[in-house]
């Protein structure tokens, strides 16, 4: 690449403190590609998440079929999807097409990917001998199960890195959202359900989404509150913002764990040996484990940070 496209290539990436090695090595330089493709042509951000929703649905139907060369297609498809899902974003810092419906479009294209999956595990023939073939329910008891980990594990895996994101590279770099916020512009809006039922429905989902986030994150919301008290115009000293990023940056490896590159890797093998369901296993134990060990640790640091505030540091 010659020096400007390796400069426009860093401009499409979030960040080097939050990018996952396997993105790096992979799915950004391919998503790059389509990003300056889709520019060439025009092709917006939302019309690459759309086009992953529908690869990533036909992965799934394709993982009902026990013949492992048609799970080896639906293998290629997921990661086509992954591949569009960076490049739409990497499109939207390249072009400054930022929009919250293309944030709420590409949070929901990845639970549309593994809602067919999950479905497809359920349904899929003799893929459970001898467990639950006298029980068939219990598969989707265990799938509703961990698809309620799954949201969870990736709801807070975003909001932290775009946490970490904020004290990187300020607000205009991070995609950090404020439920209060939020509900006021919802009401302002003066959005329907009767006229304006689609967008109206978007909306309140996304606050439903932020609302779950802060509730898991209590000390995360004191931190922010102490915040606006001791630096109500927004500019937090940069002193305040290194010294976060360092306690937040171990972090972001486990934000890269629950992210999608390595619940794929589980994926991918269970159905190489014919055992989808053994995914679901490893989303319920060693993902939640990082998931709450995840969380325990962000939020004893966020509880740190307001005790120093109110010590008068920073």
């Not at 396997?22 to 042509?41: S, T």
């Not at 995609?175 to 689609?198: H, V, Y």
């Not at 937090?236 to 940056?249: G, H, N, V």
């Amino acid at each position: 690449m010659t020096r400007s496209w390796k400069e426009e290539y860093r401009r499409s990436l979030k960040s080097m403190d939050t990018e996952e090695h396997i993105d790096l090595a992979f799915y950004r330089p391919i998503g790059f590609m389509w990003a300056c493709l889709a520019e060439r042509f025009g092709v917006s951000p939302n019309a690459i998440t759309i086009a992953s929703i529908f690869l990533g649905i036909g992965a799934g139907v394709l993982f009902y079929f026990p013949e492992l060369w048609i799970n080896v297609v639906g293998m290629f498809l997921l990661i086509w999807a992954n591949s569009f899902d960076s490049a739409d974003g990497q499109l939207a810092r390249m072009t400054c097409q930022y929009s919250r419906i293309g944030r709420i479009l590409d949070g929901l294209s990845g639970d549309f990917w593994f809602a067919s999956i999950y479905i497809a595990i359920c349904l899929r023939e003799n893929a459970f001998e001898p467990f639950f073939s006298a029980h068939p329910w219990l598969i989707w008891v265990i799938a509703i199960a961990t698809g309620v980990c799954h949201g969870k594990q990736a709801a807070m895996a975003d909001y932290y890195r775009q946490f970490h994101l904020y004290f990187l590279k300020g607000e205009e770099g991070s995609e950090l959202e404020n439920a209060a916020d939020l509900r006021r512009q919802l009401d302002e809006s003066g959005l329907t359900w009767r006229r304006n039922f689609w967008r109206r429905l978007t909306m309140r989902t996304y606050l439903n989404y932020t609302l779950q986030q802060e509730a898991t994150a209590p000390s995360m919301q004191e931190l922010r509150r102490e915040l606006h008290r001791r630096f109500p115009s927004g500019k937090i000293t940069q002193s305040f913002r290194d010294a976060f990023r360092k306690a937040s940056f171990p972090l972001m490896k486990y934000t890269n764990i629950l992210s999608f590159n390595w619940r794929t890797i589980w994926l991918f093998a269970s159905l190489f040996i014919g055992q989808p369901w053994l995914y679901f296993i490893f989303e319920l134990t060693l993902f939640n484990v990082i998931a709450v060990y995840m969380i325990v640790r962000h939020e004893k640091i966020c509880r740190r940070f307001t005790r120093e505030l109110r010590e008068g540091a920073y």
